[in-house]
């Protein structure tokens, strides 16, 4: 872990004062949009982030969230790969670097983010600098299409949050492709926990595989996935604290929200162990019992059912969470 700053108090203070002076209608308007794009299936030549407007309503409504997103899905690498820490990093698609910021609390690698919209890029350059976090600071920030003409560096790892949505399939393909070439270590893409983000998801594993990865998270194994098309669909839950400003572009009194994802963590050369098993939905907990939803590392779907006469195991599956890995490590 990276020690030099706290990461997520580093955010909440470098978005305080996002919207100053943008009026309040402005942003609910991009908001709305931003929510539309993100919820459907937008596939577009240009970038859905199109003016400093737009931008900071995106940085206060989405990056709270995808932060907590990708953290969760690195959380996981670094369980799977406890002894890789990657030196180099590219964020891809990575606007105003949300996944960069947990890239930078989980290790300290030089970081490019790549995006299409200068004005993305602008807004997470002034956020990265007033961060306090060293290695924020010195991200590179680069502009590029994101799609078939893609070209990427060598490194280390490469991380794609909440782009393949953007994209048409023929994009998204070549994506995909252009990250599993470039990534000597660790691929991690990330997608809305919805059954086409899933899909997408699924997509992306398919060609990582085809191209020589195994599936470190969240799968235990690198098997085909065993849910059957159109009956489920795999997402995970990462809590996200609401600041004042989050409250402000997104209404309501909570202090938290629940962000749902799916997400693939695939790697290369690299020596990791996936989970024996993985907790798919949250847990249910009845009297004297608990139901665990699992996907196994035989590649199979199983409902545990762990009971008080277990003990210790009992007391591990009361305090699981959905998305660990089961049994917990010791």
Known sequence: ??????????????????????????????VDRLIANYRGATQTHAPVLRDRSDVAAYAAYRMPAT????????????????????????????????????????????????DWAEPA?????????????????????????????LSLPETDLVTVSYVLNELTAEDRGALVDATARAATGAVVIVEPGTPDGYARIIEARDRLIAAGFTVAAPCPHSAACPIEPGTDWCHFSARVSRSSLHRQVKGGSLA???????????????????????????????????????????????????????????????????????????
Not at 79 to 104: C, E, Y
């Open 1 to 30: 872990m990276n020690e030099n700053a706290p990461v997520p108090q580093a955010l909440r203070s470098a978005l305080a004062g996002l919207l100053d002076g943008l009026p309040p209608s402005h942003a609910a308007r991009a």
């Open 67 to 114: 932060f907590e997103a990708v953290r969760s899905a690195l959380a996981a690498l670094q369980d799977a790969a406890p002894h890789w820490s990657p030196a180099t990093h590219t964020d891809v698609g990575g606007g105003t670097g949300a996944a960069s910021w947990a890239v930078a609390e989980a290790w300290s690698p030089a970081t490019t983010v790549l």
């Open 121 to 149: 890029l602008a807004l997470g350059r002034e956020l990265a600098e007033s961060s306090g976090v060293e290695g924020l600071r010195a991200i590179r920030w680069e502009r590029a299409r994101i799609g078939t003409a």
């Open 256 to 330: 938290y929200e629940d962000e749902k994802f799916s997400y693939v963590a695939a790697v290369r050369g690299v020596a990791a162990e996936p989970a024996a098993n993985r907790v798919t939905r949250r847990p249910q907990i009845r009297k004297g019992q608990v139901l665990l939803e699992l996907c196994t590392g035989e590649g199979v779907l199983r409902r545990e059912t762990v009971t008080k006469r277990q003990g210790d195991l009992y007391r591990a599956a009361r305090d699981t969470q959905w998305g660990a890995p089961w049994p917990p490590p010791e």
